[in-house]
Each structure stands twice: as structure tokens, then as C-alpha cells.
């Protein structure tokens, strides 16, 4: 059965850092692009980084790119999101998923809140 747990999130000032995690199960990560996605209250889900599967090549959105860095741990079956110099615009709750769909179709994990504020 495929399971998303994302943890590490939590309330942080701005410039401050935080790394999130994702222990995923039911499937191995490093046969799939893996991406963390956010969603800010009252807006929609969006992507923030993926990993790919075959090199482990990352992409980040502009917004994030240069403070935020997404890796993996394939022997730990583990996404990792690192977050720095974190805005108030980054607060939102963060998921990860394969970024197609292919393994986890319409499912989601609970989610990590991350809030930046002072």
C-alpha cells in the first residue's frame, strides 16, 4: 500500500531555516520523480521542486530557487526538502508526491504546515 509521510515543518521567522521530510512506502522513490508541492491558505496547490528519477536531477520554481533544495535518500526510501532564508510568502502546508501521478494517482499524505512569521 503506498503511503506519503511528510514531517519537519513547523513555525519559523523569516530568514530562518527548516528541512522537511518525506518517508514514503509501498514503492522505491528512485523509480520515480518525486516532487514537494504547497498550498498557501486560499490559494491552489503548487509545485515547488522535483527530483528526478533516473540522474537525481532537481528543479525548483523561481520563487524558491537558491533557498530551497530538494534531495533524496534512496537506501531510506526519504525525500528531503532543505528551506532557507524562508519568507512569509513560503507559509502554506507542503506535500510530496510522484510528480506524475503514475504510483500514487489521487492520493495525497496529511501534509507538514510550515508558517513564517515573526
Known amino acids: 500500500q503506498v503511503q506519503l509521510v511528510e514531517s519537519g515543518g513547523g513555525l519559523v521567522q523569516p530568514g530562518g531555516s527548516l528541512r522537511l521530510s518525506c518517508a514514503a512506502s509501498?514503492?522505491?522513490?528512485?523509480?520515480?520523480?518525486m516532487s514537494w508541492y504547497r498550498q498557501a491558505p486560499g490559494k491552489e496547490r503548487e509545485l515547488v521542486a522535483t527530483?528526478?528519477?533516473?540522474?537525481?536531477?532537481?528543479y525548483h520554481v523561481d520563487s524558491v530557487k537558491g533557498r530551497f533544495t530538494i534531495s533524496r535518500d534512496a537506501a531510506k526510501n526519504t525525500v528531503y526538502l532543505e528551506m532557507s532564508s524562508l519568507k512569509p510568502d513560503d507559509t502554506g502546508v507542503y506535500y510530496c508526491?510522484?510528480?506524475?501521478?503514475?504510483?500514487?494517482?489521487?492520493?495525497w499524505g496529511q501534509g507538514t504546515q510550515v508558517t513564517v512569521s515573526s
Open positions: 508526491k510522484d510528480r506524475w501521478g503514475r504510483i500514487t494517482h489521487d492520493y
Open positions: 509501498g514503492f522505491a522513490i528512485r523509480e520515480y520523480a
Open positions: 527530483i528526478t528519477s533516473a540522474e537525481g536531477t532537481n
